[in-house]
Structures are given as C-alpha cells and as structure tokens.
C-alpha cells in the first residue's frame, strides 16, 4: 500500500449498534487524525494522536473513541452509534515539522457511514 | 472565538484567472495551507504560506497578509478539472488547524 487507505469504503448502520472505521498508513507520519465533513461545513476534528502511545480530543469527540498501539494504525470507534454521526469520515496524517509545527496533512479516501 | 471565512461559491470561465479570498481570526499563527477538494474525494494539499508574500506554484499561486489575516488562491489558465472546492486551513499557536467550510468553484466553458 502507499499512502493511507480507509475501510470500510462506506456502510450503513443501525443506530445504537457499536462500529471502527479503520485507517492504515505507511509514511510513518508521526501524527494522525480523524475528521468529519458535513455538507456546508468545514472538516471537523474528532481525535489525533501526535504519537504512537497518545491520543488528544480534537472539536467534536462525543461519541467517538481512539487509540493508537503503533504508528501506522488509527482506528475510530463509535460505541453507540447515533443518527447524528451520519457524515464521511477522513482520517489524515502528517510529520512533524523542524519548526515544532506540521507539515501537510495527507488524506484517506473517506469512509461514507450513514446511521438509521 | 476562532473563524476562517470564505465565499460558498464561485464561477469562473474556462482559460481564465480567478481570486479565492479567505481571512481569518485566530489564536495565533503558524502558518495558511490552500487544500482542493474534488467532489466525493479526500482533500489534497495544494500550498503553504507562514510568511507574508506571495507562494507561486505552477497556475496556482498563494498569498499571505499576517497583519490583515487575509490571504488569496490565484488559478491561472482555468481547466475544467479545476471544478473543485477550495479549503482554507489556519495553524494556530497550538499547531491546531482550524478549517474553513470552502469555496465551491465552478468552471464554465
């Protein structure tokens, strides 16, 4: 694989049942990240991790967990998934820059998850 | 709070040049990225300014005003394929990015 890859591609879920939306990398980018995109609004974020080993709360995290055991997987749990999480998921990841910064982010295909 | 704000939409002509405008309010700075996102696809890195100026980069070329917190895509010799939404993404103090929602840019023959 090159690059970051996404599964599943899309699903449809019944609510309240439990789901992980899974992304690989093989940059080993140190930093990774779970986003949402909604129509008429920006990406939003949900989780990232700077690090195998840590993970942080991005905008909108409620509902939502993640972990990260190495550096090139960052999985995405929805314990109960709710209508409201309907959205497509991005995951992303970037290196550390020289400055403290990041550099660019460089972006899964997405996951289309629709909740019923 | 913190805000990123650019035009919903755009049409341009095809050949033509077009201004995609963002300005921003943050908490801090640490740099403007331009992302292009084709309909139903990821979004793709196109430039980043952390310094005033102007960034050329083939037809697309990016400029920076700190003080104004303002900054442009320019698209040269529009093709088709430029049909595309355009994100503009600020790095705060914290190295958190904060998103804009994106100008839809149509081009027309």
């Known amino acids: 694989i090159a690059g970051i890859t996404q599964a599943p591609t899309s699903q449809i879920l019944a609510a309240g049942r439990r789901m992980t939306l899974r992304c690989t990398q093989d940059?080993?980018?140190?930093?990774m990240y779970w986003y949402r995109q909604d129509l008429g609004l920006g990406l939003r974020l949900i989780h990232y991790?700077?690090?195998?080993?840590?993970?942080g709360k991005g905008e909108v995290p409620d509902g939502y967990s993640v972990s990260r055991a190495n550096t090139d997987d960052f999985p995405l749990t929805l314990a109960s998934a709710v209508p409201s999480q309907t959205s497509v998921y991005f995951c992303a990841s970037s290196q550390k820059g020289t400055g403290g910064g990041y550099n660019e982010q460089f972006f899964g295909p997405g996951t289309r998850l629709t909740v019923l | 709070g913190q805000n990123i704000d650019q035009p919903t939409e755009m049409t341009a002509t095809e050949g033509a040049i077009v201004q995609i405008n963002c300005t921003y309010q943050t908490s801090g700075f640490n740099g403007l990225f331009w992302y292009q996102q084709h309909a139903g696809e990821a979004p793709t890195f196109l430039s980043y300014n952390v310094l005033d100026g102007l960034e050329e980069k083939g037809r697309f070329s990016s400029f920076l005003s700190r003080s104004k917190g303002y900054s442009y895509l320019l698209l040269k010799e529009l093709q088709m394929k430029d049909s595309a939404s355009y994100l503009c993404v600020v790095m705060d103090s914290n190295y958190q990015l904060i998103w804009g929602a994106g100008t839809k840019l149509i081009i027309k023959p």
């Open positions: 991790s700077n690090t195998a080993g840590t993970t």
């Open positions: 940059m080993r980018h140190n930093a």
